[in-house]
């Protein structure tokens, strides 16, 4: 008899369509070319058919609610109607509303974006104060529960949960020192009664509540006030059925006390959270429970090796009272469906899944811990002796400590003033430029044949020549080249080094509208040839300012891309940062004298745990220096972080020992210059004064007042200009206007220093 649960779901589907249909119908809506009942019919019709896939499949508990327009915790904030004065005060609509939430407008910044815990997916942070008035919002999670009903499913609306609202939350400004989000958590625990309630009003029978910050390390007040919440919300009496999920990571003493609440059925990362299955096993039998066994990679793309998921899944239903299969987590994080990759080599093909072909293993799975695993077919085979290099090998043997040091910083500093001779506060951005139709059209037609290797050369290098005569006019003191031939800052290096595997329709969302094509790494990864000598070289001639080379580093490579799992992540780091130290000493050989190595996603992937934290942020200072470590102290080395809590991981910024470290500020309210002065940070710094993730554009008085703040934190004569990051997602006209006010500015304030 199949236990109310089922025996099979997911945690979340990709809801950008399986063409990146929701992207075109939001940008059209933003560019005016849609109106909101159109986008909401696109919606609609995309969610319909994520549903008609699932149910197809043989999944028998399928998710809804997990839809979003821009992203699902500001879909929470709205659902607990979390929405800041000051957006209430533009008196927009609420699709309005909603958007300048997540894009800002000229009158309003946008909500902070950061990222959602060790992913490349950002997430917008809500904004909570003692005075903000919770109340509940289920239209939502109601309509789209209505609209599965209509096709004959019986769907399980899915909520972030409210202990893990609050913990992503931050302050809002003007709430009293020592305030946090998380006091407010009785109160939000009201509210949720209240959506529980209107859920169980329309039928719903099964609600899913997200809880995966009790996979990071928390207090015990904090474990305490979730066992409380879902005692309380486990004692209502007008209520689905409530499915808590955690993953990314072991819930660590957070699982017995979710055990001991009232709630039907507890989700467990067992991928990432091995330490779940062995707390389980070792608490003995858990009575009236469904444990919902996350055996099926959602944020990677490898094949699930079946047998031994199924034996982990086999351990727990000895102990609980019904045992479900799932993802180990949203299958957001991955593309949508193989079929579409004809094109890669059939041994690696054979061995990957995104994630359709994932929902088909969690089906497998579930029958399997109900029928027996003997119709589960072998795993994949080892890993090929072809995807293994010899030579790369042996040079990670050979390093030494001193591959990873230059000269003492204050050698370098003074090195590097006399031969860039620059002003102070010397002005620069971050690497891409707009990236126009034209340029997109040029990809897409060097790929289609249309035109030739030779012909693209030719419109690239006119691109450059007018990105550089751009900066010239603006008046930009450090210029780039704009990164015209680059699809994606690491996709582009993916497809030009050998171990890697490009998509051709691997598309993954990380935020918004924005969607990357993640590459494979799949075997050792070599250098062929150099991969932006050319394009660099070519801008330099054609300005005597300096033009950065620009190389993205080693952790966000891995960062961003699905990584092997046959060897540990730090050797794969150290060949990667091999290649891009051959890179880099080419581009000093060719002239250049800046060179930004760009590391966004160091924090990313931090641990979630502060014991296992050490270890990974050693090997990803040592992946940097060692791609950093062979140029000379006259040579400055730039890096670039963004949209993470970099306060948290100073000491190995500070160990990456780069001359100067642009970090994105704006939306965090320039925060980063308090921890960096409570550092004692000594190297140059680029809080980024403006946020290039929303089209409003920022006035010179605005750039001005942020440059007053970082000079009270950072000694001038190390403190750079810039905005938070590159500018490919934005118009020309608004990078303009926007960089005229920035170089405006920067005069301001350089002048008031004499």
């Known amino acids: 008899m199949t236990a109310p649960f089922g025996q099979s779901t997911v945690l979340g589907y990709p809801r950008i369509g399986p063409d990146r249909e929701l992207k075109r119908a939001v940008e059209a809506y933003w560019a005016g070319d849609l109106d909101a009942d159109a986008l909401r019919e696109t919606a609609a019709g995309l969610r319909a058919e994520v549903w008609r896939t699932l149910r197809d499949a043989g999944l028998d508990a399928i998710p809804s609610n997990t839809f979003s327009l821009y992203d699902h915790v500001l879909d929470a904030a709205v659902t607990v109607d979390a929405i800041p004065d000051r957006f209430r005060a533009l008196r927009l609509d609420d699709l309005g509303t909603y958007f300048a939430m997540a894009r800002g407008t000229a009158e309003q910044p946008a909500l902070e974006l950061t ?7 950002h997430y917008l942070v809500p904004e909570i104060g003692p005075d903000t008035v919770f109340a509940a919002r289920p239209d939502k999670p109601l309509t789209e529960y209505a609209e599965s009903r209509r096709l004959g499913l019986d769907t399980r609306p899915v909520l972030v949960g409210p202990a893990t609202f609050l913990l992503l939350a931050k302050a809002a400004d003007g709430a009293p020192a020592g305030f946090r989000p998380f006091d407010r958590l009785d109160e939000l625990v009201a509210v949720y009664a209240d959506l529980l309630g ?20 928390r207090t015990p007040a904090e474990i305490d006030a979730l066992r409380a919440a879902y005692t309380r919300l486990g004692a209502l009496t007008r209520r689905p059925k409530i499915f808590v999920a ?14 001991r609440t009232p709630v039907e059925a507890v989700g467990l990362d067992l991928v990432a959270g091995p330490g779940n299955l062995a707390r389980l096993a070792s608490s ?70 995104f994630a359709r072909q994932k929902v088909d293993e969690v089906v497998l799975l579930g029958r399997a811990l109900r029928d027996g695993v003997a119709k589960l077919p072998p795993s994949a085979p080892s890993t090929p002796d072809g995807w293994r290099d010899d030579p790369v090998r042996g040079r990670l043997t050979a390093l030494r ?101 490009a998509t051709v329709n691997g598309w993954v969302q990380s935020y918004g509208s924005r969607c990357v094509r993640p590459p494979i790494i799949y075997g050792d990864v070599t250098r062929p040839a150099p991969m932006t000598v050319e394009w660099s070289t070519y801008a330099q001639s054609l300005t005597r300012k300096p033009v950065k080379g620009m190389l993205t580093g080693p952790v966000t490579i891995l960062a961003w891309s699905f990584v092997r799992t046959d060897q540990p992540l730090a050797d794969t780091a150290d060949q990667v940062a091999l290649a891009l130290r051959d890179e880099a000493r080419d581009l000093e050989a060719a002239g250049i004298r800046v060179i930004q190595v760009d590391e966004p996603a160091l924090r990313e992937l931090l641990p979630l745990r502060a014991a296992d934290q050490k270890a990974y942020l050693d090997w990803a200072v040592g992946a940097f220096r060692l791609a950093t470590g062979g140029v000379a102290d006259s040579t400055q080395v730039h890096t670039h972080l963004c949209y993470s809590e970099f306060g948290e991981v100073l000491p190995a910024i500070d160990a990456l020992d780069a001359d100067v470290t642009s970090i994105e500020a704006s939306r965090s309210r320039m925060e980063i210059l308090d921890d960096l002065r409570t550092a004692g940070y000594k190297r140059g710094v680029g809080p980024g004064v403006y946020d290039i993730h929303s089209p409003r554009v920022p006035s010179k008085a605005e750039i001005a007042a942020a440059l007053r703040r970082a000079v009270a934190a950072v000694p001038a004569d190390r403190l750079w200009v810039n905005p938070d990051c590159g500018l490919k997602t934005r118009g020309y006209a608004e990078v303009r206007q926007s960089l005229v006010n920035l170089v405006a500015a920067a005069a301001e304030i350089r002048a008031s220093l004499d």
């Not at 209107?198 to 390390?217: H, S």
């Not at 066994?293 to 699930?304: K, S």
């Not at 479900?324 to 094109?343: F, I, K, N």
């Open 115 to 121: 990222k959602w815990f060790n992913t490349n997916y």
């Open 198 to 217: 209107a859920l169980a009003d329309a039928g719903v029978t099964w609600a899913q509540l997200d809880e995966p910050a009790y996979v990071a390390d």
């Open 246 to 259: 955690s993953y990314f990571g072991d819930l660590g003493d957070a699982l017995p006390a979710l055990l």
């Open 284 to 353: 003995g039998p858990i009575p009236g429970k469904t444990i919902v066994a996350g055996l099926v990679d959602g944020h990677n793309v490898w094949r699930t090796d079946l047998r031994a998921a199924a034996a982990r899944g086999a351990v727990l239903t000895g102990l609980a009272d019904h045992v479900a299969v799932s993802t180990s987590c949203s299958l957001l994080h991955v593309p949508v469906d193989l079929a579409a990759e004809t094109g890669l080599d059939p041994d690696l093909r054979g061995r990957l899944a």
């Open 401 to 501: 400590p001193e591959h990873s040091r230059r000269g003492a910083y204050a050698g370098r500093a003074a090195a590097q003033r006399e031969r860039l001779a620059l002003p102070p506060l010397p002005t620069t951005t971050i690497g891409s430029f707009p990236q126009t139709a034209a340029l997109r059209s040029a990809r897409a037609d060097l790929r289609a044949g249309r035109i030739s290797a030779r012909e693209y050369d030719v419109r690239m290098r006119a691109e450059i020549a007018e990105v550089i005569a751009e900066q010239e006019r603006l008046g930009l003191d450090v210029l780039v080249h704009g990164e015209p031939e680059r699809n994606d800052m690491v996709q582009y290096f993916g497809e030009r080094l050998g171990g890697f595997a």
